[in-house]
């Protein structure tokens, strides 16, 4: 348990990479919390947009790694926004604060929809280069979640992580795979009952993403439910890239499914 959290690669992020506080609404409550890490001479660096249950550290591998081969990245946590509006008019102040014209985004879930939708709002007078979705959807509808959402700002914290862990996976998964949600967890757990409730609010408060208004833009779709596949004659992978600790984990996953069904 807590693996990730302990690392010397999560320990050696935090301590050579300073957690940023920035203020760009006139109501002072709302703080975007950010780290910049790379050559600030780069103007139209990558920023990563995290999941309902993320922290802006939940990059600090792709952090490490990307600002190795020199690229300028910045990781993202909003404050409390509770429309798509609110939000898109607070990041464009963000990136003005940061004098960055142009921006290449990576969401990852809600993260990807809000990247979307800055993508949007902006169309006019255009902000994002490119968009990286990981996980993503551009229709809230698909939760079947808008008639509530408008009462999540009312739930306790305990039924708001509730709700999130609900999501995660609760079958058999490989050591890494478990880490990481042991680590998911950990971050869940420092957010605190507002900020659980506006990310919830915006994602199942009922929105899409218009496409033509995004269709100039370059976009790369990741998605991992090919995995489901692996091990199938359906798999779009070749067998062997697949590790047998892979296809053992998969199998098991495949007879929980039969048996439910």
């Known amino acids: 348990m807590g693996e990730i959290k302990v690392s010397p690669d999560y320990n050696w992020f935090r301590s050579t990479v300073p957690l940023k506080k920035i203020i760009v609404d006139d109501d002072d409550s709302k703080i975007w919390s950010l780290y910049d890490a790379g050559p600030r001479s780069i103007r139209c660096p990558l920023i990563f947009l995290p999941p309902v249950s993320g922290t802006a550290d939940v990059f600090f591998r792709q952090i490490l790694a990307l600002t190795g081969w020199g690229y300028r990245v910045i990781a993202l946590q909003y404050p ?13 102040k963000l990136l003005d604060h940061l004098q960055l014209d142009k921006v290449h985004l990576f969401g990852a879930s809600l993260g990807g929809f809000l990247a979307q939708k800055f993508a949007e709002y902006t169309h006019k007078s255009p902000r994002v280069h490119s968009l990286i979705l990981c996980n993503s959807f551009s229709d809230t509808s698909i939760f079947n979640q808008t008639w509530t959402a ?14 999130v862990l609900g999501n995660f996976s609760s079958g058999p998964v490989d050591p890494m795979m478990a880490d990481a949600i042991d680590f998911m967890v950990d971050r869940l757990e420092s957010l605190g009952q507002s900020e659980l409730a506006s990310r919830l609010t915006l994602n ?4 899409y993403v218009e496409p033509h208004k995004i269709r100039d833009i370059p976009v790369t779709i990741m998605d991992i439910h090919l995995l489901q596949f692996h091990g199938t004659k359906y798999a779009a992978i070749d067998p062997s890239m697949v590790s047998a600790e892979e296809l053992e984990v998969q199998k098991g996953n495949l007879s929980v499914s039969q048996e439910e069904q």
């Open 80 to 92: 409390v926004y509770w429309d798509h509006l609110e939000f898109c008019d607070g990041f464009r």
């Open 150 to 163: 408008n009462s999540f700002w009312l739930m306790p914290a305990f039924m708001l992580k509730k709700i």
């Open 204 to 207: 199942c408060q009922n929105s």
